[in-house]
């Protein structure tokens, strides 16, 4: 039973068009995270959500818009996608300590 | 500002033989520090963390990291490598307090392991 889930695992796209990436997690933890990971594996957090309610929000274009329907669910919507948001995002989800557990990646390749 | 290094981009060793992964932390407090394994096509495992007490920290798969604070650093080491452990491994710090906070990363090492 995955802890963190995300779906589509791959996501090809052409330029310009609206994706969505969804992120479950069954652990009963408050917070939940996105990051990017780019082509030499730089990661980087782009939002957090505690309880539903946006708490981190790096500098991230507005194309880029998360949502939390609830605490086990953490989605991100990409709008007008462009060449350089090719890269793998992975979501993440953290309890009362800090040790934060990863899904395994989401792979959007915009064409 | 905060920031984490590791020097290596690529590290290349022998099975059975030993490793040592450089990580070393610029940050206003000693945060807390974590070791994360990347095996290809595959989401972040943690290896394991320092948040207090003993600075030799023992982590799963045969890991473990010494936490140096004169010298910022949190190295990860293990005595013998198998083949298994070619990957991208991640140093992360995170700030004290607060159950959620972001990760830093370092930009990560790649080990290859040689027959």
């Known amino acids: 039973d995955t802890a963190v889930s995300q779906t589509p695992k791959y996501l090809v796209t052409q330029m310009g068009n609206d994706k969505s990436i969804k992120c479950e997690q069954n652990l009963g933890h408050d917070t939940m995270y996105w990051y990017k990971q780019d082509s030499k594996k730089f990661l980087k957090i782009m939002f957090s959500y505690n309880n539903k309610e946006l708490i981190i929000n790096e500098t991230v274009p507005n194309r880029f818009s998360p949502k939390s329907p609830d605490k086990a669910h953490l989605n991100l919507h990409i709008n007008s996608l462009e060449l350089g948001d090719s890269a793998v995002y992975f979501c993440?989800?953290?309890?009362?300590?800090?040790?934060?557990?990863f899904g395994a990646g989401t792979r959007l390749s915009v064409l | 500002a905060q920031s984490v290094t590791q020097p290596d981009i690529h590290i290349t060793v022998s099975e059975g033989a030993s490793l040592e992964l450089r990580c070393n932390y610029s940050?206003?407090?000693?945060?807390?520090l974590f070791w994360y394994v990347q095996s290809p096509g595959q989401g972040l495992q943690l290896l394991l963390k320092y948040f207090s007490g003993d600075t030799l920290v023992q982590g799963i798969k045969g890991f473990e990291a010494e936490f140096k604070r004169s010298q910022s650093s949190f190295n990860l080491r293990k005595p013998s490598v198998h083949w298994s452990d070619a990957a991208e491994y991640f140093c992360a710090v995170a700030p004290r307090g607060g159950g959620y906070n972001k990760l830093i990363f370092g930009a990560g090492t790649r080990l290859a392991v040689h027959p």
């Open positions: 993440a989800s953290s309890g009362d300590f800090a040790i934060q557990y």
């Open positions: 940050y206003g407090a000693t945060p807390y």
